[in-house]
């Protein structure tokens, strides 16, 4: 008990953003409050009841101050909404070279997979000043991926996916929450983000797995039977799936859209409702038959033989960057590492 | 007509509402507003103690950071009954079923409310309620949270769901039928020359609370009548396994829940504006403003549901919309605390226990409603969603907004409702307790929230344990200032010095009956010839 | 309003105690059940949002279901209810005139109508049973998208479930408008018992009316957006 934090540490591009409008509001809110308390300070005491046959005289209103006290506050909040708009739509839009983490929630642990394969429970590495966007599914109850330090959450919804963004500032270790109360360990389902140097970062993934999350999406992809029907190239019964990701398909309905997360996802899970054009409603359901794991590792395989044009500087493993992890020995399941960098952090306890 | 047999104010032990009649079955068959209100207060009471038992425990759990006190089932459940009581139980119907049913219609200068009857089928309906949910308690309790999520409460939860869940949804009826008796009341039965914009504030306000109760609980019923149906039989309606939405049960409980905000403080604005031009001796400033402002509240109530969900699957523009309406509330709210704070200017102000609890009120309602301004901000909205922050908010509202108020109110109208008087000496000391406690438990949790505590956390980081030992100080010194009205006010119920009819000297036709009342309130329909707030009329009307 | 009626001059005055003369009385009961209505229009329209919602998600699911319907059962149970709703508004008027026989004869036609859409009710219920399609006890469809048509049949129980529990709660309150008329109850200046009752059975009617082309009718003829 001898530590008494009043303020959380900055270590996202967001948290100064984040702050500064919070400092806003503040300046607005302790103005008002200060205003008010003197008020009623002063009027407490000038105005006390002295003699008690005294019957003030009554003031019925005024509208000029109505007018004022509605307006200028309703300006001040204005700001506060359009500044807030602005800082939402930015936390929750990512950008598109955001390099890609996959979170699934379930009670009550944060399982966290990158696309190179490594995989960790209640931990996640990332590296300084680069964008990382979480694609983010639950099993089981509504969680939500908290991290204060870099001022983000979002709730991870079952029967979907979320997502959220940041790019970390500043090395060192950060609390990771479950936000949204899942029942009985709730509060056990908490955790540690490690911010690592780009040079680190690239140390702890080349010990990570022995494939990477479209490798094992291409095994899962033979395992349940899929390749039976659909060739990545050759169109037959199945639509091929080469190029489909982030591509625009037309239905048979006549609708046209975009196959992204949600669209791969349904079609797995409930492939009739929504047939590509030229299709036969064929596919079974595989609704309760698939984990959300195995679900992000085909979607990974899916994108990695997607459309995705190829960013020229690719420096970790990407999506599509198939095999190129493949050599490294020993997986590495799960794993806390002890030797992360606390250099800035709070030291772990 | 019954009236010609009710004794004149002239005679010497006059026959009132506490001494008309006797017996158990006197009281529970009782269709006498004033009576009931008395039922209410004592279960309202009761269900008070309870949920305060059950935010002890937590605040206990919560004063090291290990979870040692009980085990995490068990605290889920405390967290889960101490909303679903304190909210369905006591603050829902604290000042409305209270206050308003014994204050109403005398405020009008009418017998009764309009449908008698029905107002005893609400105390029994809210009494069944809170009889299951009690059962729900002591069979083991429900760890859903009192939001009931799906599909956590449909489809995970192993614990007694269905049983609160039904008292929940009995209790709704309660609510609704309370609220469309005070409207039709407030249509219908008001004295002669009694206009609406003569009426007193407090009618307003427990207007515009009785058309959120009519409008908004009916969705909540439906809400958890559908989590009912869901759980029972295994079927999918929000369930995504079944090819459900959880998020549209998210919307339908909060179009209820949020309004259900207002049910809760509206009554308590009511409260303040009578305690304030009271005790100040001044008709309240821009009186059409902040009668107005009160019915803004309720209709705007109805539209920002959403800024519950920003951080949901909810599309960024529809929350931006929700975040635009949500600063829109503001404004009212603001109205009325600068209109309060103008009131006193030039009064003549008298510092006794409800003026206490009044000004108490507006000092922690400015900061309960300022730190809203966080949360309608998206952006910030985001880092301080499901943390303290936003525990502290809402009790700053509810407990240092409505529990004030309706302890303020309580005190106001405690000589009309008892005929006595209680010590006013401890009445102010424990005024200052409860204001001292509350900033001590709930300040601290604001900085908490910033520093990221989610809610509902049975253990936490040590980083976070010494405000929270600020809080669990803080809400025992609470609990001595609640606990002290109890005594002194079940005291002078029996001890204390007989009430005169007008101990404050007061305005508004409650204070021309007799303290207690005669059960049919007025001898005649009384006839009203002034605004309720002519302070300078007061001494030649005195009856 | 109040003031459109005087005081009731009566032997055994229906005016309660609270009430000031029988305009105000008549007044507040009106207001009341209008309110109660608007109660009834936010509860289920909870449950028509819910539908919408899921509907719009689910089309193809939803137009499958909807093609177990009984759509002739519906129809025969649309005009019987606006049969009925024709009734009541006799009876009310017969009220009105203080026709206290008319009453009667209205009322007992309304409740026998109401009785005749419950009776068809439950039948096409037995139907869903032998059918198999009661979810969540015997629910046996096996095509595509078995939840979301399982949705459809949760959304049709419980929708015309609640809607058949207000028939029911009409029928008691047609009993008791019965009782008062055969008590010759009702005057000229008498007569919002019936008045209030007709509001509620006319709404419950009205709920019928947007169930029925919700669940019987739309979906059947579902064809999909335009097939370009």
């Known amino acids: ?349 | 007509m019954r009236i010609a047999s009710q004794p004149t104010y002239a005679e010497k032990v006059p026959i009132n509402y506490l001494n008309a009649e006797h017996g158990l079955k006197s009281w529970l068959l009782t269709v006498d507003h004033k009576r009931i209100a008395i039922l209410y207060l004592l279960s309202v009471t009761a269900f008070f103690l309870v949920g305060g038992l059950f935010a002890l425990l937590i605040r206990l759990e919560l004063l090291t950071p290990q979870g040692d006190l009980v085990r995490s089932d068990v605290y889920n459940r405390l967290f889960t009954m101490h909303g679903i009581v304190m909210i369905f139980f006591f603050l829902i119907p604290s000042i409305p079923a209270v206050l308003g049913n014994f204050i109403i219609p005398i405020m009008l200068g009418a017998r009764d409310l309009a449908f008698p009857k029905l107002n005893l089928l609400s105390w029994y309906l809210y009494m069944i309620g809170g009889i299951l949910t009690l059962y729900a308690v002591l069979a083991g309790g429900v760890g859903t949270g009192w939001t009931f999520y799906t599909p956590y409460s449909t489809v995970y939860s192993n614990s007694h769901v269905m049983v609160t869940a039904i008292g929940v949804f009995i209790t709704g009826f309660s609510s609704i039928l309370t609220g469309l008796n005070f409207i039709v009341t407030t249509h219908t039965m008001r004295a002669p020359g009694l206009t609406w914009s003569r009426m007193p504030l407090f009618m307003w306000s427990l207007y515009a609370t009785s058309l959120i109760q009519v409008l908004g609980t009916p969705v909540l019923a439906i809400a958890i009548l559908l989590v009912g149906i869901e759980r029972l039989w295994g079927v999918g309606i929000f369930n995504p396994a079944l090819g459900g939405d959880p998020v549209l049960f998210q919307h339908l409980f909060w179009f209820y829940s949020h309004p259900a905000v207002y049910i809760m403080v509206l009554p308590a604005f009511g409260v303040i504006s009578e305690l304030i031009q009271n005790f100040s001796k001044k008709r309240i400033f821009g009186y059409k403003f902040v009668a107005g402002a009160s019915v803004a509240i309720a209709v705007y109530g109805f539209l920002v549901w959403g800024h519950h969900m920003f951080t949901t699957t909810q599309s960024v523009y529809a929350g931006m919309i929700f975040s635009f309406l949500s600063f829109f509330i503001a404004i009212p709210s603001a109205i009325k605390v600068f209109n309060w704070t103008a009131t006193l200017y030039q009064g003549s102000i008298s510092y006794q226990t409800p003026m206490l609890y009044a000004i108490g009120f507006i000092g922690l309602f400015v900061i309960g409603g300022l730190t809203g301004l966080y949360l309608a901000t998206m952006g910030v909205d985001i880092h301080v969603h499901d943390t303290y922050f936003v525990v502290a908010h809402f009790h700053f509202i509810m407990v240092g907004g409505s529990v004030l108020a309706y302890l303020g109110g309580i005190h106001y109208w405690w000589p009309k409702i008892s005929g006595k008087m209680y010590p006013d000496g401890w009445g102010r000391f424990s005024a200052l307790v409860v204001f001292v406690g509350f900033n001590l438990t709930f300040l601290p949790q604001f900085i908490l929230g910033y520093l990221g505590m989610p809610r509902r956390y049975h253990a936490y980081p040590e980083e976070f344990w010494v405000l929270n030992v600020f809080s669990t100080a803080g809400a025992s010194i609470l609990g001595v200032g609640y606990f002290l009205p109890l005594v002194y006010l079940i005291w002078s119920w029996f001890y204390g010095p007989e009430a005169p009819a007008n101990p404050w000297q007061a305005r508004g036709l409650e204070w021309q009956v007799p303290s207690p009342p005669p059960t049919t309130n007025f001898p005649a329909p009384p006839l009203v010839t002034q605004e309720t707030y002519e302070y300078s009329l007061e001494e030649a009307e005195v009856v | 309003m109040s003031e459109t009626l005087t005081h009731s001059q009566h032997g055994t005055s229906p005016l309660q105690h609270q009430f000031d003369d029988l305009g105000q009385q008549w007044h507040a009961n009106t207001i009341g059940m209008w309110l109660f209505l608007a109660t009834e229009i936010l509860f289920f329209g909870g449950l028509f949002v819910s539908y919408l919602v899921y509907r719009s998600t689910y089309p193809e699911a939803f137009a499958e279901a909807s093609r177990h319907m009984d759509v002739l059962a519906g129809t025969v149970n649309t005009a019987v209810l606006i049969g009925s709703s024709l009734m009541m508004a006799l009876a009310v008027q017969s009220a009105q005139l203080g026709a206290n026989k008319l009453v009667q004869r209205f009322t007992l036609l309304t409740m026998f109508l109401g009785t005749v859409f419950l009776v068809i009710k439950v039948w096409e219920y037995y139907h869903k049973y032998t059918e198999q399609l009661i979810p969540g006890a015997n629910f046996a469809y096996e095509g595509a998208m078995r939840h979301q048509v399982e949705m459809l049949f949760v959304f049709y129980f419980v929708m015309t479930g609640m809607h058949a529990l207000h028939m029911f709660i009409g029928l008691g309150l047609l009993t008791y408008i019965l009782i008062l008329a055969r008590r010759n109850a009702f005057s000229r200046e008498y007569f919002f018992p019936a008045e209030v009752v007709g509001l509620y059975w006319h709404f419950v009617d009205l709920v019928w009316i947007f169930l029925f082309p919700l669940l019987y009718l739309i979906g059947a003829h579902y064809q999909g957006p335009v097939h370009k």
């Open chain 1, 1 to 349: 008990m001898n530590e008494l934090p009043l303020f959380p540490p900055q270590a996202s591009t967001m948290s100064a953003e984040v702050d500064n409008l919070f400092f806003y509001i503040t300046a607005v809110a302790a103005f008002f409050t200060v205003a008010i308390y003197i008020c009623l300070g002063v009027f407490a005491v000038l105005y006390r009841r002295r003699d008690p046959r005294f019957v003030p005289r009554p003031i019925l209103g005024s509208t000029i101050l109505e007018t004022t006290w509605s307006v200028v506050p309703l300006g001040l909040a204005m700001v506060m909404f359009g500044w807030g708009a602005k800082l939402y739509y930015d936390q929750y839009t990512p950008p598109e070279n955001a390099h890609e983490i996959f979170v699934i929630g379930k009670q009550w642990m944060w399982k966290t997979q990158h696309p190179s394969g490594q995989r960790e429970i209640n931990e996640l590495h990332v590296p300084v000043g680069r964008p990382i966007k979480l694609t983010m599914a639950t099993q089981d109850v509504i969680h939500s991926f908290y991290i204060p330090a870099f001022r983000i959450k979002r709730d991870v919804i079952p029967g979907t996916y979320t997502s959220m963004w940041f790019t970390a500032t500043k090395p060192g270790r950060y609390r990771l929450f479950c936000a949204e109360y899942c029942g009985t360990s709730h509060s056990g389902m908490i955790g540690w983000v490690t911010v690592m140097e780009p040079g680190d970062f690239e140390n702890w993934l080349s010990g990570g797995a022995s494939e990477s999350m479209a490798q094992s999406g291409e095994k899962l992809f033979s395992q349940y039977g899929c390749a039976s029907c659909h060739s990545n190239d050759q169109p037959g019964r199945c639509p091929p799936f080469r190029g489909v990701y982030g591509s625009t398909q037309q239905l048979t309905d006549g609708r046209r859209i975009l196959a992204d997360d949600a669209y791969i996802r349904e079609s797995i899970l409930n492939p009739q409702a929504k047939i590509v054009a030229g299709y036969q409603p064929i596919m079974p359901t595989y609704q309760g038959q698939i984990s959300e794991e195995d679900l992000l590792r085909l979607l990974a395989y899916i994108k990695s033989i997607g459309q995705r044009p190829q960013p020229a500087s690719e420096g970790i493993a990407e999506g599509p960057a198939r095999g190129t992890m493949g050599a490294t020995p020993a997986p590495r399941e799960a794993t806390t590492n002890p030797q992360a960098p606390t250099k800035t952090g709070r030291p772990p306890r």
